[in-house]
């Protein structure tokens, strides 16, 4: 069964932190997905990868394979990261295949 | 960057009401347009999958008959939820895909609310 399981499901943490959020997967993936929902419910697509490390601004996603799990790093968190960030699987097909979610991390970040 | 309009953003309507909801890309052909649906607190869920001037492939569970999908050109495509129960209350969203190897562009989403 495909399956993905993200953790935490809720993370507070102060304005400057770290912050990771991990994902893993049940089987082999053909991509791996990161997203950011808003509150209005929209959303936004913010990695798609299927090897090693991508990196945007203060956003870095990486993904290992063997072990089937990736992880979304956020650097010099602030307020405005506040968002559901939502891990996703394409199992076949690439892009042109439907997602897998996992369950969302709601993730508060106070000033 | 590649956007995607989604119509209406919320619709309230009573039992029995069939809703249309559009997807649209604005500035590019989509080859692949995805239906996806959130009930409150839970994860999203693909419903079916729509290429243009096909059928589209419906996932298990999900009624053809009652979530009609119409993918009549490269930048449109149509999600018509018909006699509508207050069980198909939900955030449905789009997504479309120019290129395989492109993410997934989203619209914003329709709340849907039956009475």
Redesign the interface.
């Given at each position: 069964k495909n399956e993905v399981e993200q953790s935490p499901q809720n993370l507070t943490a102060q304005e400057g932190e770290f912050i990771t959020i991990n994902c893993s997967y049940s089987v082999g993936i053909s991509a791996l997905h990161w997203l950011q929902q808003h509150p209005g419910g929209g959303i936004v697509s913010l990695f798609m990868l299927s090897s090693g490390k991508k990196k945007h601004g203060r956003l870095i996603a990486t993904i290992n394979i063997q072990e089937k799990h990736s992880s979304l790093h956020i650097t010099a968190s602030h307020p405005r990261d506040s968002a559901v960030y939502i891990c996703a699987a394409s199992f076949s097909g690439g892009g042109a295949d439907g997602l897998t979610f996992g369950k969302g991390t709601h993730l508060i970040i106070q000033p | 960057g590649a956007v995607v309009s989604q119509h209406p953003s919320w619709v309230i309507c009573k039992s029995g009401t069939s809703v249309k909801i559009e997807c649209r890309s604005l500035d590019f052909q989509a080859?692949?347009m995805?239906w996806?649906r959130?009930f409150p607190k839970?994860?999203?869920?693909?419903m079916a999958?729509s290429n243009e001037g096909s059928k589209a492939t419906y996932?298990q569970g999900v009624e053809k008959d009652k979530f009609l999908i119409n993918h009549a050109s490269l930048t449109l495509s149509t999600l018509t939820v018909t006699s509508a129960h207050p069980e198909d209350s939900s955030?449905y969203?789009c997504?479309a895909?120019r290129?395989?190897?492109?993410?997934?562009?989203?619209?914003?989403?329709t709340?849907l609310s039956i009475l």
């Open positions: - | 080859t692949t995805f996806y959130q839970q994860s999203l869920m693909l999958t996932e955030f969203i997504s895909v290129d395989p190897r492109q993410p997934q562009h989203f619209g914003d989403g709340r």
